[in-house]
């Protein structure tokens, strides 16, 4: 059950890394849509992504249905896989809109499986002998999926460019399908697990319930750290295809690089996970930010292939460090929440996803503005400064997230529930 429903990540995690790090310099390199149209696009539908939800949330606990989680994967896998597949298939024509459409569908999927399966751990934390083991399974598959897109990137942008259509499309079926299956099998392998009671007295609606969230302070502290960890600290990899255009040769080396943070993931994962169980979550976010500083002044630095692959590895192992601490702080949050009254199970995740996805989607808009920047000849801007960009933002990034956690470490500890630690979202 543990293994099945894990596995779900790793599908999430190839269809989020190609959003990431991909799908803007496919949309602007390959397929022809201008900048700024196509980081409008991408904000736009993370925005949208991020409102349902806590839509999607909260009908789901006011369903009351034993199965409405696996309803929303079983409904939304199938439309996010095609989509998916459509999005790298489709002719550009008619202003590209065809591919704008299938880029709203494949969201639109991803937002319901997402509720789906990431609310579906809450219900492993009943029995804390095996969370944690089901939180690094999700983990390791997530960076699993990370690697998998670093190697498609390294082969479409390596393929000669007669080949380089029926590459990428290639590659996008395998993606969907694995999205697909993947969550299929988590689906199915947790048909049996148990279903937490649903909360008696009256219910309410959901701004009282975000209210009382917001209240919680643990939770709304998380909440300031979100539109940092995940609109600007992961910018520099999100241009890696930019980068390696103005700065390592040529943009297939984002595919290597790509791989190597997922390599580092991997492999730093088991450390991360035995910290988790001796130090708080905001030292651990202090010790991955520390690490993702020093990662990017080595890389901007530019001094050869060797120090790449050590601040590639850094960043890797900060990446899972930030996952493992913010996600815990999550699960304090919503522990905490539970003595004040708020026990529905989907709407806290909901609002953290929310958060998490507007903040990408900004991101991602920011970085289009800076692409279409770099690109206008009056603009006295040089192809340079996409990369110059995508390190100094991620630094301001993690500067502001270790002074907003300075302020946090001085309260009294809090109550540590390092079972439920999950994977980012993917």
């Known amino acids: 059950m543990q293994l099945g429903y894990s596995l779900g990540n790793l599908g999430k995690s190839v269809v989020l890394t190609?959003?990431?790090?991909?799908?803007?310099?496919?949309?602007?390199?390959?397929?022809g849509v201008a900048p700024l149209a196509a980081g409008g696009l991408l904000g736009a539908v993370m925005l949208w992504d991020g409102a349902a939800d806590v839509g999607v949330a909260f009908l789901t606990d006011r369903s009351g249905h034993v199965g409405a989680l696996r309803r929303l994967v079983l409904i939304g896998s199938p439309l996010c896989?095609?989509?998916?597949?459509?999005i790298f298939t489709l002719p550009p024509a008619d202003g590209s809109w065809p591919i704008a459409l299938a880029v709203m569908l494949c969201r639109a999927g991803f937002a319901?499986?997402?509720?789906?399966?990431?609310?579906?751990?809450?219900?492993?934390?009943?029995?804390?002998?095996?969370?944690?083991?089901?939180?690094?399974?999700?983990?390791i598959c997530s960076a699993g999926g990370v690697?998998?897109?670093?190697?498609?990137?390294?082969?479409?942008l390596t393929a000669p460019p007669a080949a380089r259509a029926?590459?990428?499309?290639?590659?996008?079926?395998i993606g969907g399908a694995l999205y697909a299956g993947t969550l299929l099998v988590a689906v199915v392998a947790t048909r049996r697990l148990p279903?937490?009671?649903?909360?008696?007295?009256e219910r309410r609606s959901a701004a009282a319930v975000i209210g009382d969230l917001w209240r919680n302070p643990p939770f709304r502290r998380l909440l300031c750290l979100l539109p940092l960890q995940s609109g600007l600290v992961p910018l520099f990899v999100r241009a890696l295809a930019f980068t390696g255009e103005a700065t390592r040769g040529g943009a297939q080396w984002a595919g290597p690089a790509l791989a190597t943070i997922a390599l580092a993931q991997a492999l730093s994962l088991p450390v991360w996970m035995v910290a988790a169980r001796w130090r708080r979550p905001q030292a651990l976010l202090v010790l991955a930010h520390g690490a993702m500083l020093v990662a990017l002044a080595m890389l901007a630095a530019t001094l050869g292939a060797g120090v790449d692959v050590i601040g590639l590895t850094l960043i890797g192992i900060a990446q899972a460090g930030m996952n493992m601490a913010i996600w815990a702080m999550l699960?304090?949050?919503v522990h905490r929440g539970a003595g004040e009254g708020v026990m529905d199970e989907a709407l806290p995740v909901g609002v953290f996803l929310a958060v998490i996805k507007a903040s990408?989607?900004?991101?991602?808009?920011?970085?289009?503005?800076?692409?279409?920047?770099?690109?206008?000849?009056?603009?006295?801007a040089t192809p340079g400064m996409v990369a110059t960009i995508a390190w100094l933002l991620p630094a301001l990034g993690c500067g502001g997230v270790l002074w907003l956690v300075r302020g946090g470490r001085r309260s009294p500890a809090p109550l540590r529930v390092p079972e439920t630690v999950a994977s980012a979202p993917s």
């Open 18 to 31: 190609v959003f990431d790090t991909f799908l803007l310099y496919y949309l602007v390199r390959i397929a």
């Open 81 to 86: 896989a095609i989509s998916f597949w459509l």
């Open 112 to 139: 319901l499986c997402d509720i789906g399966h990431n609310t579906l751990i809450v219900r492993f934390a009943a029995d804390p002998r095996i969370a944690a083991g089901v939180s690094g399974m999700r983990l």
């Open 147 to 156: 690697g998998l897109v670093g190697l498609a990137t390294a082969a479409i």
């Open 166 to 173: 029926a590459t990428i499309a290639a590659a996008a079926m």
């Open 195 to 201: 279903v937490p009671p649903t909360p008696g007295g």
């Open 331 to 333: 699960a304090i949050a």
């Open 360 to 380: 990408g989607g900004l991101g991602h808009a920011l970085l289009a503005l800076v692409v279409a920047a770099a690109a206008c000849p009056r603009c006295g």
